[in-house]
Each structure stands twice: as structure tokens, then as C-alpha cells.
């Protein structure tokens, strides 16, 4: 297991694999995803792997396959050159958004990740709107936040610490930093706070520097970087793909393609843990039905008019709650046609086996 170790297995993954599995497969952790194959190791090399017929076959929805980051039951063989993946051990976390586009279901980004870096550059890229959905996906995943302030060289101190202020104001208990990768402010700091057997991921739009910054930490320019469009102040998607990537010191660590649609689906959770002073706002109207649109005693409202709740904050909660809402009705709906769907496809064979 020593081996195992030096990827992240620990106690927790040791409590949830099953005994009968193990005494017939491996245990392996997912490096990365490449539409249909997959990229696993058990702590020494990358092996090519497919899935097993049967795990294929009896997933249900994206999050019943593996993504970056999972811990699997594997066979493997012709001298661990090739394997067959047939289960995965129970998760620890599952960081995922709603699919972009008009199709309604989950994209899966990471599993059993313990810390996200959401990077957010302090020049034009800067969004807190979108700092708050970033964090609501988080939290909901029961993931640690870390926000990660980049580019401080390009704009003045004064203006770097009001910006901190500002994230601070948004989750007061989550830790901001700033930093550069052209000066390397606050770069062995980063550093610092990997942790061995640790997994962490880095989100954020393109052109924040994520890239870079994993370029910096690994050491060397291992990574594709691209520069930011002057016209548009966006950068271009370097990342195509979530890669597990092993660390010096024992750290692992997840780039991810950059996000500039992301929307979520069933964060409840995770919403009311972003907008926590919203919530126990609520807690204190009035009325206990309160909609907290005109009525007189609405704690919401009242925090509004004194300044003490922005009202862009608050409208991007109640944007949020409403989709979360909307997308998890219309997956279910298309849960229950693709389910009705199956049943008919089975009904019809077994129609065609008695003729």
C-alpha cells in the first residue's frame, strides 16, 4: 500500500473499500479522462484502462462512471501495460457543474479533492458575481476554498488589499491570498500549504494564470501557457483536460480547463453556506412566509436599504436559488423519460424473444 500512499490513499479511502472487491481486483486511483479511456496508476507509472461491459452498461448518469481523481477497483494486465476498470470506491467529494450548453445533466470535474484554489485575477478578469458561483459549487462538494487573488504586480497595493476586503466581506471565514507568477509574490507560500497525500484543484476562467502557477509550482514549464487576448482581456483554453499531477513533496494537484459557463445544479448546500448571513437574515422577518420582495419586517430588505447587504449579492442568490431549482426539476424530468425509455426498450425485447 505503500505505494498507493504516495497518491493519496489514506484512512478514509482504506474505510471505504470493500474487502470482497479487493480480494479480486487492485485498488487504483484515475490520473485522467480522455472521452471514452482513462489514465490510472497504483503509485508507479500511468496505465491505459477502459471499463468493464458491466459498469459501462449499468450507469445510470455521468457522476456512476469515474472522473480525474477517483479511487477504483482495477484488473490489470500484459505487465500492468493495459486495464479494465470495474467499480468505484465510494467518494469522498465530488466537484461537478451543470453540463454548458442547453443540455440539462452534470459534468464531472474532480473526485475526493480536499482543497480548491479559485483563482481570480485583480485585473479586468475580476467578477465577484462569479467568485459566488465558483464558491457555491464548492461548498456544496464539502470542499476546503482557498481564494487566490492573481496579477497583484498590475495593479497598485491599495487597490490589491480593497479587493481582499471585498472577497472577504463575500466568505468571511475562507482564506484570500494574493500573489503574482511574474514577480513570485507569495509563490513559496502556495508552496508552503500543499500538504503531503493531500489533493487539491485549480478553478477559475481562462487567463487567470492557472497554468502558470501550476508551472511555477512543479518548477519548470511543463505546462502550455497561452497569453491573454489584449482585445478581449480573456485568455484561451490551455488545459483541455483535468490531470492528477504528483508533486516533489508528496502533494497532488488538479489543473482544470477553464470555466466561463458555469452553472450549477442541486447546490442547495452549497448556496446557503456562500450566502450564510442571507440565510439567518431570513431567519429574523416578520412573517414566516416572507418573500422577501415588499413585505414590512423583512430583515433582507431592511439590510438592503442600510447597507448593510448589497443588493447585487442578494439578487445573485435568488438567480442561483432559482436555477438550482429549474435545472434539478428539468434532470429529473429527464431522469424519469430516460428511465421510462429503458423500460420500453426491455418490454420490447422480451415482446420479440417470445415471438
Known amino acids: 500500500m505503500d505505494k498507493l500512499e504516495s497518491i493519496g490513499y489514506g484512512e478514509w479511502c482504506r474505510t471505504q473499500v470493500d474487502t470482497e472487491k479487493t480480494a479480486t481486483h487492485e485498488v487504483a486511483r484515475v490520473i485522467s479522462v480522455h472521452k471514452d479511456s482513462y489514465v490510472v496508476t497504483k503509485g508507479h507509472g500511468d496505465v491505459f484502462a477502459e471499463l468493464s461491459g458491466n459498469l459501462f452498461y449499468m450507469a445510470n448518469s455521468s457522476s456512476d462512471l469515474p472522473t480525474t481523481g477517483d479511487w477504483i477497483y482495477a484488473d490489470f494486465y500484459d505487465n500492468d501495460s493495459h486495464a479494465i476498470i470495474h467499480g468505484i470506491i465510494p467518494r469522498k467529494t465530488l466537484l461537478k457543474r451543470k453540463t454548458a450548453g442547453k443540455l440539462i445533466d452534470f459534468q464531472l470535474i474532480a473526485a475526493n479533492i480536499d482543497v480548491a484554489f479559485i483563482i481570480q485575477s485583480v485585473d479586468c478578469n ?77 478553478l477559475g476562467s481562462s487567463g487567470v494564470g492557472k497554468t502558470t502557477l501550476l508551472n511555477r509550482i512543479v518548477g519548470s514549464e511543463q505546462y502550455e501557457t497561452q497569453t491573454v487576448s489584449k482585445k478581449e482581456g480573456k485568455g484561451r483554453h490551455t488545459t483541455t483536460s483535468r490531470e492528477l499531477i504528483q508533486l516533489e513533496n508528496g502533494a497532488l494537484l488538479i489543473d482544470t480547463p477553464g470555466m466561463r459557463e458555469l452553472g450549477n445544479m442541486s447546490v442547495d448546500i452549497g448556496i446557503d453556506e456562500t450566502f450564510s448571513e442571507i440565510v439567518e437574515l431570513a431567519q429574523h ?71
Open 126 to 202: 475580476l467578477n465577484l458575481r462569479r467568485l459566488e458561483r465558483y464558491l457555491v459549487m464548492v461548498n456544496e462538494s464539502k470542499i476546503t476554498p482557498i481564494i487566490l487573488l492573481s496579477k497583484c504586480d498590475l495593479v497598485s497595493q491599495d487597490k490589491v488589499e480593497k479587493i481582499k476586503n471585498d472577497v472577504l466581506r463575500l466568505s468571511p471565514q475562507t482564506t484570500v491570498l494574493a500573489f503574482s507568477n511574474l514577480s513570485g509574490e507569495n509563490i513559496n507560500t502556495i508552496k508552503r500549504s500543499l500538504q503531503r497525500g493531500h489533493t487539491y484543484c485549480l
Open 285 to 355: 422577518c416578520r412573517f414566516g412566509n416572507c418573500s422577501h420582495t415588499s413585505e414590512k419586517g423583512c430583515a433582507i430588505l431592511t439590510a438592503i436599504e442600510e447597507g448593510e447587504l448589497a443588493e447585487q449579492r442578494y439578487r445573485n442568490y435568488i438567480k442561483m436559488k432559482n436555477e438550482s431549482a429549474f435545472y434539478e426539476m428539468s434532470y429529473s424530468q429527464k431522469r424519469m423519460k430516460d428511465k421510462a425509455f429503458g423500460k420500453l426498450i426491455k418490454s420490447v425485447k422480451k415482446s420479440k424473444n417470445r415471438q
